[in-house]
């Protein structure tokens, strides 16, 4: 029913930055909060950042400063564009509906390597 199709990670240098994209489907897009989540190896995933539906942001104490989320309505896009990263921010990233998240259901991801 849901469809989430995460792109944009990479191989990176500590320090540089990467934009990561999650096409979302589904016209109740644009009504509900969105995350982005993690998964280091060997970790628990976590949330790292969300968007609701009118616009406002949080993050992790991990990413402030550094990370920012933002969503397209018209298009059922997610964006999280990610400056300064760093060795300990590698992991495989996952874009979901706040809601759908805590039913344990999960795309593919995208792996972020961030070198030192």
């Known amino acids: 029913q849901v469809r989430l199709v995460e792109s944009g990670g990479g191989l990176v240098q500590a320090g540089g930055s990467l934009k990561l994209s999650c096409a979302a489907s589904?016209?109740?897009?644009?009504?509900?909060?969105m995350g982005w989540y993690r998964q280091a190896s060997g970790k628990q995933r976590e949330l790292v950042a969300d968007?609701?539906?009118?616009?406002?942001?949080n993050y992790a104490d991990s990413v402030k400063g550094r990370f920012t989320i933002s969503r397209d309505n018209a298009k059922n896009m997610v964006y999280l564009e990610m400056n300064n990263l760093k060795p300990e921010d590698t992991a495989v990233y996952y874009c979901?509906?706040?809601?759908?998240?805590?039913?344990?259901?999960w795309g593919q991801g995208t792996q972020v390597t961030v070198s030192s």
């Open positions: 979901n509906f706040l809601l759908l998240a805590r039913l344990g259901s």
């Open positions: 968007i609701t539906s009118g616009g406002t942001t």
């Open positions: 589904g016209r109740i897009f644009s009504i509900n909060a």
